[in-house]
C-alpha cells in the first residue's frame, strides 16, 4: 500500500500566511532524496517575514535571554560546588537553551498567526483557563514557597499561571475593545463585565494555587490596560475604595499566615529582625549584590549561595558577578522592551491591537519592578519571576510567546485611519 506523505503550501492571501496540509496526489514525486515538504517559494516568504516581522524585538530578547543563560551558568555552578542539593549545572542550561528555542518557534507562529484569529475563539481561550485550573487542583504541587502552581509529570514542570496571564491579556483586550467601539466604556455594566472577568480569573488562581504573585501581575495588567482604554479616574477611586473595605476581610480570613508574614516582612523589620526567618533570601540578596560593587566581584572569590538564585534572585547574581554596570545592562535591556511594546501598540492603528501589547508591556513591567524589588528588600518575596533573565521553562516560552503578539502586531497591515479619542 502506498504510503501519503504530507505536504505543506503556503499561500499569501491574507496580511498572515495560511498553512495548509494535505495529500499528494497518487503520481507525485516522492523518491529519495526529496523533501517531505514541498515549500513554494520558500525563499519570498522568509524575506517576507523579516521584513514585516519585529526582528528587532525578537533580537533583543535573544539578547536578554543568553545574558540571562550566562547568569544562570554562573548560579547554579556555584551551588553545584558549594555542595547544595541540585542536578548538574548542565541539565539547568540545556532546559534554558531548550526553552529559549521553543519560545522563538512559538514567537515566530503568533507573529505570522493574526491574533484576530486567536481572539475570535475566546470561549476556547476560556474553557484552556478551565482546564490549567483543574489541572492545578488535580495535579498541582508545592513549588517550596507554599504556592500550589506547578504540574509536573516526566521530569518537566509547567507553570499554568503564566499561559493563563497570556491568555488573560488576549481576551480581556478583545473584551474591552468591544465594550469601547460598541458600548459605553465607562457605563455601570461595561465596568462590571470587565471587572467580573478579572475578578474571576484574579480569584481563581489565588484559591487554587495561593499564587499572590502571579495574581498581582494580573492585577497590573487590568489597571494598565483598563485606563489606556479610556476609563474615568472614578472608577478607579470606586476600586479603590472597595478594594480597602476588603481589606480586612481577605486578610483575616482568606490569607494565611506565612502570606501575611511575607507581604509586610519588608516593612516591618519586626518580623525577621535577625534575617535568618522569612527574609532569609531577601537578605541574603542583598548581600550578594553588594558585594559586586561596581564591576563584580574578582576571580576566585567564593559566590554566595542561597535557595532561588538561579530563579527568582538571579538580579543578585548578575550584580554579584557583574556588578552595578550589570544591574543597569538588564533594566536597560528590559526598558527597551517595554517601550517598545508600547510604540508598537501606539502605531497599530486599531484598538485592540493597542491594547495587546499595553497588557504585554504590563506584564513585562510589573513582573520586573517586583522581581528586582525582591532582590533589594522593597516589595514582597511572592515567586514573581525576571522576565527572560530567570530560570524557567515556562516563563521564557511564554515570555516569548506574548512578544510575537506584539510582533504579530506589527506584521499585520494597518488601517488608515485610528485614534485614541476616549
Not at 541540585?86 to 528555542?101: F, R
Not at 476556547?124 to 508545592?142: K, R, S, Y
Not at 480586612?248 to 506565612?258: E, H
Request: charge should be neutral; hydrophobic fraction near 50%.
Amino acid at each position: 500500500m502506498r504510503k501519503e506523505l504530507l505536504y505543506a503550501k503556503i499561500h499569501k492571501d491574507t496580511p498572515g500566511y495560511i498553512v495548509y496540509i494535505f495529500f499528494p496526489p497518487s503520481g507525485a514525486e516522492t523518491g529519495p532524496g526529496k523533501a517531505v515538504l514541498e515549500i513554494r517559494k520558500f525563499k519570498p516568504y522568509i524575506k517576507e517575514f523579516f521584513k514585516r516581522a519585529d526582528i528587532f524585538l525578537l533580537c533583543i530578547c535573544i539578547i536578554s535571554s543568553i545574558f540571562g543563560i550566562t547568569m544562570i551558568e554562573k548560579a547554579v555552578t556555584g551551588m553545584y560546588e558549594g555542595g547544595w542539593n541540585m542536578s548538574e549545572p548542565a541539565k539547568y542550561l540545556t532546559v534554558q537553551i531548550a526553552s529559549m528555542l521553543i519560545g522563538i518557534v512559538a514567537f515566530v507562529l503568533l507573529t505570522v498567526i493574526d491574533v484576530d484569529l486567536i481572539a475570535q475563539q475566546w470561549k476556547l481561550l476560556m474553557m484552556l483557563d478551565l482546564v490549567l485550573l483543574v489541572a492545578l487542583v488535580l495535579l498541582g504541587e508545592d513549588d517550596g514557597t507554599g504556592n500550589k502552581s506547578w504540574i509536573r509529570f516526566a521530569g518537566i514542570g509547567i507553570q499554568p499561571s503564566e499561559v493563563i496571564k497570556v491568555i488573560y491579556v488576549i481576551v480581556a483586550a478583545k473584551q474591552m475593545t468591544y465594550l469601547k467601539e460598541y458600548r459605553d466604556i465607562n457605563s455601570f455594566i461595561s465596568v462590571v463585565q470587565m471587572a467580573a472577568h478579572f475578578l474571576l480569573i484574579f480569584g481563581a488562581i489565588v484559591v487554587v494555587s495561593s499564587d499572590l504573585g502571579s495574581a498581582s501581575i494580573l492585577l497590573g495588567i487590568f489597571l494598565i490596560m483598563f485606563f489606556v482604554i479610556g476609563a474615568r479616574l472614578y472608577w478607579f477611586a470606586a476600586g479603590g475604595a472597595a478594594v480597602a473595605a476588603a481589606i480586612p476581610l481577605l486578610w483575616n480570613y482568606f490569607l494565611k499566615d506565612y502570606q501575611k508574614q511575607r507581604l509586610i516582612a519588608p516593612y516591618d523589620p519586626s518580623i525577621d529582625p535577625d534575617g535568618w526567618g522569612i527574609t532569609w533570601q531577601t537578605t541574603q540578596s542583598k548581600l550578594t549584590l553588594a558585594s559586586g560593587r561596581l564591576t563584580g566581584v574578582e576571580e576566585g572569590h567564593s559566590p554566595s549561595i542561597f535557595t532561588g538564585k538561579h530563579t527568582d534572585f538571579i538580579f543578585s547574581c548578575v550584580g554579584e558577578n557583574l556588578g552595578m554596570i550589570g544591574c543597569i545592562a538588564v533594566i536597560l535591556l528590559l526598558m527597551i522592551i517595554i517601550i517598545h511594546c508600547v510604540r508598537v501598540g501606539l502605531k497599530s492603528g486599531r484598538t485592540f491591537d493597542m491594547l495587546v501589547c499595553i497588557g504585554v508591556a504590563a506584564a513585562v513591567t510589573f513582573q520586573t519592578f517586583i522581581n528586582i524589588g525582591m532582590n533589594i528588600g522593597i516589595t514582597p518575596v511572592i515567586g514573581i519571576t525576571l522576565p527572560f533573565f530567570s530560570y524557567g521553562g515556562s516563563s521564557m516560552v511564554t515570555m516569548f510567546g506574548a512578544m510575537g503578539l506584539v510582533s504579530g502586531v506589527k506584521y499585520k497591515l494597518k488601517p488608515e485611519h485610528f485614534s485614541l479619542v476616549y
